[in-house]
C-alpha cells in the first residue's frame, strides 16, 4: 500500500523503516493513515535506543506474558520511560493522541521540559486544548522542527497516524545526531564517590577500599599511598 503514503510522509516512512526503527504490519501493509498504539509506542522506543527486552519483569496486569509487546512494554517501564494509566494497567491497545505521542517521545530523548519556550504555541489557535503534561514537549519539538500543526491548530487530542509517527521518529532520530536536542537536553546530576570505609584484609598489607557509589573508570594508577603499599586491582 506504498502508493497510500501521503508525498510529505514517504521519505520519513523509508527512514523509520530502513532504519529498524518501525515495522509494517505482519501482511507486507504500512497502512499508513491507520492509528498507532501504546504497545507499538513501546515497540518504537526499544527500536530506537536499543534496549534490552530481556529477563523483564511484569510490571502491568494488563500486558500479557503472551502477548508480543510483553517484553517491549516492560522494558521501557524499566527505563523509566514510560508510565501506566494508573490501577498497575498500561493500557496497550489504547490508541495515541497527537500529544500523547509528542509526550512520549520527547521523554524519550530526555527533553528537559523546563528549557522549553511555550510561546512558539502561538501559533496554534486551540494552543489552550493542549494538555499541561505535554505541552512543553510539543513545544520543544516544534522548535526544533520534528512535529508541525495540522492546519491552524495543533490538534492535540487527533490521533496520530502511522505516516505521523514514521515522520516524528525519523526527524527526532535525526536531530538528535545533528545535536538540534542539545540545548533542550536534561543535566544528569554526577554524584561525588567518596571513600566510606578501609578494612584490613589479612597480615600482608592487603586492604579492602569500600566507595558510596561506582568508581566508574578508576585504574589502579589512579590511587597515591605510602609505606611502601601498592594498589593492585580496582
Known amino acids: 500500500d506504498a502508493s497510500k503514503i ?43 535506543l536499543g534496549l534490552d527486552t530481556t529477563n ?18 516492560n522494558a ?14 498500561f493500557n496497550p491497545e489504547g490508541e495515541l493522541s497527537r500529544q500523547d505521542a509528542t509526550k512520549l517521545f520527547g521523554a524519550l530523548f530526555k527533553l528537559d521540559t523546563a528549557k522549553a519556550d511555550k510561546k512558539v504555541l502561538d501559533q496554534f489557535n486551540d494552543k489552550a486544548k493542549i494538555a499541561d503534561y505535554a505541552d512543553e514537549y ?13 492546519g491552524e491548530g495543533f490538534d492535540p487530542s487527533g490521533l496520530i497516524t502511522r505516516e505521523e509517527l514514521a515522520k516524528i521518529i525519523s526527524l527526532a532520530v535525526q536531530a538528535d545526531k545533528a545535536g538540534k536536542f542539545e540545548d533542550y537536553k536534561l543535566v544528569e546530576e554526577v554524584k561525588e564517590v567518596a571513600i ?5 584484609i589479612n597480615s600482608s598489607k592487603e586492604i579492602e577500599v569500600t566507595f558510596n557509589g561506582d568508581p566508574k573508570d578508576l585504574t589502579a594508577t589512579d590511587f597515591e599511598v605510602s609505606d611502601g603499599l601498592f594498589v593492585v586491582s580496582v
Open 6 to 48: 501521503s508525498t510529505w510522509a514517504t521519505e520519513h516512512v523509508n527512514y523509520a523503516t530502513s532504519n529498524g526503527l518501525l515495522k509494517g504490519n505482519a501482511d507486507g501493509t504500512f497502512d499508513p493513515q491507520g492509528s498507532f498504539t501504546r504497545a507499538q509506542a513501546a515497540q518504537v522506543m526499544v527500536n530506537v
Open 56 to 73: 523483564v519483569t511484569s510490571q502491568f496486569s494488563d500486558v500479557s506474558k503472551d502477548a508480543w509487546y510483553y517484553e517491549e512494554v
Open 76 to 89: 521501557v517501564k524499566a527505563a523509566g520511560l514510560v508510565d501506566g494509566v494508573g490501577e498497575g494497567k
Open 138 to 150: 510539543v513545544a520543544i519539538l516544534v522548535a526544533t522542527g520534528v512535529i508541525n500543526g495540522k
Open 196 to 200: 566510606t570505609s578501609v578494612t584490613a
